[in-house]
């Protein structure tokens, strides 16, 4: 159990951790992307694959989603959670993500992630990320127009 001043302390490094890691998204810097992740890290992405395991294929992912988006890039944090123990923790938040295509038309919804993260190396990194959207069972298509509360 951290104390309370470590647990701080480790919530606002998972805080700046997110907050790089959606800078470097937003530049479209690859490297840095990937230095949020655990050699390890099992990826639930919202699209093209089911899962993907391992750091050098969510990079060729990583690389994929940005060639998607020719143009600007979005992402968006919204109502980031976190918890951290000792050596691990979790996040939760709401993000718009998404970029211009080659017609400069804006291709961005709001999704759900979620991330674990381990220490490593006396730094937090994500070992786990989930990003999903919502799907409407009757019409079973996913729910892209919602916003948050």
């Known amino acids: 159990m951290l104390t309370e001043n470590a647990s701080a302390t480790a919530e606002a490094d998972i805080r700046a951790l997110v907050e790089n890691w959606r ?3 937003l530049k ?3 490297d840095t992307i990937m230095d949020n992740y655990t050699p390890d890290v ?8 089911l899962q993907f ?7 060729e992912h990583w690389q994929a989603c940005l060639d998607m988006c020719p143009g600007d890039l979005e992402f968006e944090i919204a109502e980031l959670g ?3 123990g000792d050596g691990i923790a979790f996040g939760h938040y709401l993000s718009r993500c998404g970029g211009s295509n080659d017609k400069g038309e804006v291709c961005a919804s709001w999704m759900r992630a979620t991330i674990a993260l381990r220490r490593v ?3 937090w990194k994500i070992a786990h990320e989930h990003f999903s959207a919502p799907f409407d069972p009757v019409s079973n298509k996913a729910m892209f ?3 948050p509360e």
């Open 82 to 84: 976190v918890e951290a």
């Open 28 to 30: 479209r810097d690859l």
């Open 121 to 123: 190396g006396g730094r």
């Open 145 to 147: 127009d919602l916003v």
């Open 53 to 59: 395991k391992g750091v050098e294929a969510y990079r």
């Open 23 to 25: 800078q470097a998204f």
């Open 42 to 49: 099992v990826a639930f992405d919202a699209i093209l694959k």
